[in-house]
């Protein structure tokens, strides 16, 4: 791949979306697996379905509608993205990240991350919401690899605080004000499509996870390099492999997202008209 291919196809993407709008967010928000409805809370100005951006990747997954809203919440200037891709979709991990990176250069300066997990933490209830402290990136693809981008960030970020502890204290002060027992944690992605074994869980559970996804940690970093500050936060859907007393499914994660809607919807609403 050229030095700046990557580049190249966020800014056409960019400048696709600038032929559509003028519109500059404050806050880019990603809704995992069915939490797409949170998008009816934003006072929206435009749609953009994904399919009618010049090179976006478009979302597969069942519960991700595939659309760029934007808008207002409170007074914040906020974009949301009503699912998002994967790597396991058969994207590559560039293309993964791409979104972020397009809503950093559209003027976000926050990356509001949400997602549908398994529960490695004995502690953990399906249900549960749990705000990320750290991640263990090491069994995905690191998106920073290949030429680095300058127009982001530095070659070699540090990542001692991907999670911003000043968003993350907000965060923890709204989830005690609206009534969540927000748990804290360290989530690890693997590449999915597959859930994972019993085996790897316990592997996982051994390493320090907490809870375990197929997505948001790259999307984390791509937006660290790029000086966003970030936020995330986990809907524990159900308990993982090996701790779940029956197999895991498809809908199982997408009913969980659905009955903890209302409660996300409080604490996000909540937290983002403070940042």
Same mark, same amino acid.
């Given at each position: 791949?050229?030095?700046?291919?990557?580049?190249?196809?966020?800014?056409?993407?960019?400048?696709?979306?600038?032929?559509?709008?003028?519109?500059?967010?404050?806050?880019? #928000?990603?809704?995992?697996?069915?939490?797409?409805?949170?998008?009816?809370?934003?006072?929206?100005?435009?749609?953009?379905?994904?399919?009618?951006?010049?090179?976006?990747?478009?979302?597969? &997954?069942?519960?991700?509608?595939? %659309?760029?809203?934007?808008?207002? #919440?409170?007074?914040?200037?906020?974009?949301?993205?009503?699912?998002?891709?994967?790597?396991?979709?058969?994207?590559?991990?560039?293309?993964?990240?791409?979104?972020?990176?397009?809503?950093?250069?559209?003027?976000?300066?926050?990356? =509001?991350?949400?997602?549908?997990?398994?529960?490695?933490?004995?502690? @953990?209830?399906?249900?549960?919401?749990?705000?990320?402290?750290?991640?263990?990136?090491? @069994?995905?693809?690191?998106?920073?690899?290949?030429?680095?981008?300058?127009? @982001?960030?530095?070659?070699?970020?540090?990542?001692?605080?991907?999670?911003?502890?000043?968003?993350?204290?907000?965060?923890?002060?709204?989830?005690?004000?609206?009534?969540?027992?927000?748990?804290?944690?360290?989530?690890? %992605?693997?590449?999915?499509?597959?859930?994972?074994?019993?085996?790897?869980?316990?592997?996982?559970?051994?390493?320090?996870?907490?809870?375990?996804?197929?997505?948001?940690?790259?999307?984390?970093?791509?937006?660290?390099? /790029?000086?966003?500050?970030?936020?995330?936060?986990?809907?524990?859907?159900?308990?993982?492999?090996?701790?779940?007393?029956?197999?895991?499914?498809?809908?199982?994660?997408?009913? /969980?997202?659905?009955?903890?809607?209302?409660? =996300?919807?409080?604490?996000?609403?909540? &937290?983002?008209?403070?940042?």
């Amino acid at each position: 791949m050229a030095e700046n291919a990557v580049y190249e196809k966020v800014k056409r993407c960019y400048d696709d979306i600038r032929r559509k709008t003028d519109f500059e967010p404050e806050v880019a #928000l990603v809704l995992g697996s069915g939490l797409g409805d949170f998008a009816d809370n934003i006072e929206v100005e435009g749609v953009i379905d994904y399919k009618d951006i010049d090179g976006f990747p478009v979302s597969t &997954a069942p519960g991700h509608a595939g %659309q760029l809203i934007y808008g207002t #919440l409170g007074e914040k200037k906020i974009i949301c993205m009503k699912g998002r891709v994967h790597y396991y979709e058969g994207y590559p991990i560039t293309d993964v990240v791409l979104p972020a990176r397009l809503m950093k250069l559209m003027g976000a300066k926050i990356l =509001f991350l949400t997602n549908a997990s398994g529960g490695i933490n004995p502690s @953990f209830r399906a249900g549960d919401f749990m705000m990320l402290t750290g991640h263990i990136s090491s @069994f995905v693809p690191n998106p920073l690899i290949g030429p680095n981008i300058m127009e @982001f960030g530095v070659r070699f970020p540090d990542m001692t605080y991907v999670y911003d502890p000043a968003l993350n204290d907000i965060l923890r002060t709204t989830a005690k004000e609206v009534g969540i027992n927000l748990k804290e944690g360290v989530y690890i %992605q693997t590449t999915g499509p597959s859930y994972e074994s019993p085996a790897e869980i316990r592997m996982f559970k051994s390493m320090g996870a907490d809870a375990v996804g197929m997505s948001t940690v790259v999307e984390a970093i791509a937006a660290h390099h /790029a000086r966003m500050r970030v936020v995330a936060v986990s809907c524990i859907a159900n308990l993982a492999a090996g701790i779940s007393e029956h197999p895991l499914t498809e809908e199982e994660v997408l009913e /969980a997202g659905v009955n903890a809607a209302p409660k =996300f919807k409080e604490l996000l609403i909540s &937290a983002i008209k403070r940042f």
